[in-house]
């Protein structure tokens, strides 16, 4: 696709429920980022890959958060056990390994936790 | 520690007048800076993109600099407009990574 796609736009949840976010990235894009944004607030880091790879994940909150990204494309951001502090807009990020190394945005997931 | 620390955190300044936002980092080796705006509920615009051989850039009432002896940058908006209001995100490359600064939060008023 012409740029980076997440989906769902949005989910609603009850609390204590598991959530999959899901992001696929420009095709060709190596590195691809994980983080969120509370309302009015700055981006907090999550995690990376580069290809497969996790390369840091020390941005996750606790054990309840794992992102995997089996092929190098698609990455999936899991939330288990989901608590009403996990509300937030989670957004992806992807870039390319040469050149200027653009950096794309996803349009972000909207995530409630009721 | 590759960081990178925005400041101030938030601020609010009258319409037409200038404003100056920083951005220090500790990322190396450096690859390249990029200041985003983000309106609320969007996605981040790139704004400008800055490598290591270049002092200032302009985009229109935008204009960053880059320090690279000092790891610092700048984002200086002219003449400020009411659409100028959001969230100033500074995003800086290394060779295996990229870093967000957590943002400056402008608000024009009328």
């Known amino acids: 696709g012409a740029g980076v796609s997440q989906s769902p736009r949005y989910k609603v949840t009850k609390r204590g429920q598991d959530v999959a976010l899901r992001c696929d990235p420009i095709?060709?894009?190596?590195?691809l980022y994980w983080y969120r944004q509370a309302l009015g607030q700055g981006p907090e880091f999550l995690t990376y890959?580069?290809?497969?790879?996790?390369?840091?994940k020390s941005g996750l909150p606790n054990d309840r958060f794992s992102a995997e990204r089996p092929e190098g494309s698609i990455s999936t951001l899991t939330i288990q056990r989901t608590e009403q502090r996990d509300s937030a807009m989670y957004r992806c990020?992807?870039?390319?390994?040469?050149?200027?190394?653009?950096?794309?945005f996803g349009s972000g997931t909207r995530l409630t936790v009721v | 520690k590759n960081q990178v620390e925005q400041s101030p955190q938030s601020l609010i300044i009258l319409e037409g007048k200038n404003c100056t936002l920083q951005?220090?980092?500790?990322?190396?080796?450096?690859?390249?800076l990029r200041w985003y705006k983000q309106d609320t509920g969007r996605g981040p615009v790139s704004l400008t993109i800055?490598?290591?051989?270049?002092n200032t850039k302009s985009n229109g009432r935008y204009t960053a600099t880059l320090d690279a002896d000092t790891k610092q940058s700048s984002l200086h908006i002219t003449a400020s407009q009411l659409s100028d209001s959001a969230s100033y995100i500074c995003?800086?490359?290394?060779?295996?990574?990229?870093?967000f600064g957590s943002g400056t939060r402008l608000s024009i008023r009328p």
């Open positions: 951005c220090n980092y500790t990322v190396s080796p450096f690859s390249n």
């Open positions: 890959f580069n290809y497969e790879a996790q390369q840091d």
């Open positions: 995003v800086v490359s290394s060779a295996s990574k990229i870093i």
């Open positions: 095709s060709g894009h190596v590195s």
């Open positions: 800055m490598t290591f051989s270049e």
């Open positions: 990020a992807s870039s390319s390994r040469t050149g200027d190394r653009r950096v794309a």
